[in-house]
């Protein structure tokens, strides 16, 4: 496998990550595109009202699968630069809990392998996401959250 590029840039923060340093980190003047992911906290999940969300992580591990997908991303894409980050601890509604800006001489090659880094990321790096609500707290795609009430309406 390849390694990434010295230019690339992974990190886990337990802060806001800073999407416009990240995209203007993977702008180079070879590049004609750059491609971003900005997953964000939603206000609701599976029709119930989200109040926040916490991010954990075994943070090695975490790293060196980022940095094994950015080096799969190079083997795969004619790409420049990457900048994945994920965030980790108590997120808000609206805050950024990951992003990936991919840099390339042309688009395919950047929408191709930000498909491929978010889709990637979500099934092999161990980070995992707990949803609180006002009747309780659930582990994202572990147990499910309780049954509507009888008479509530299904969520859409």
């Known amino acids: ?14 802060s806001a990550i800073a999407v416009d340093v990240l995209t203007n980190h993977v702008r180079a003047d070879r590049d ?3 491609v971003t992911f900005d997953g964000f906290v939603r206000n609701e999940s ?3 009202a989200t ?4 991010y954990e992580a075994y943070e090695p591990m975490a790293l060196a699968k980022m940095r094994e997908i950015a080096a799969q991303l190079h083997e795969k894409f004619a790409i420049h630069r990457v900048a994945i980050a994920h965030r980790l601890g108590r997120l808000e509604i609206g805050e950024t809990s990951v ?10 090659a950047a929408f191709d392998a930000c498909r491929f880094a978010i889709d990637t990321l979500k099934r092999t790096v161990p980070i995992w996401k707990k949803e609180y609500f ?10 499910l959250p309780p049954a509507p009430p009888p008479g509530a309406k299904p969520a859409s």
């Open 1 to 14: 496998m390849s390694k990434i590029s010295a230019q690339d840039r992974i990190e886990l923060v337990h």
């Open 32 to 34: 004609g595109a750059i």
């Open 46 to 48: 599976r029709g119930r």
């Open 51 to 54: 109040q926040y969300l916490e």
């Open 99 to 108: 992003f990936i800006a991919v840099s390339a001489p042309h688009r395919a």
């Open 134 to 143: 006002q009747d309780g707290a659930v582990w994202a795609d572990g147990e």
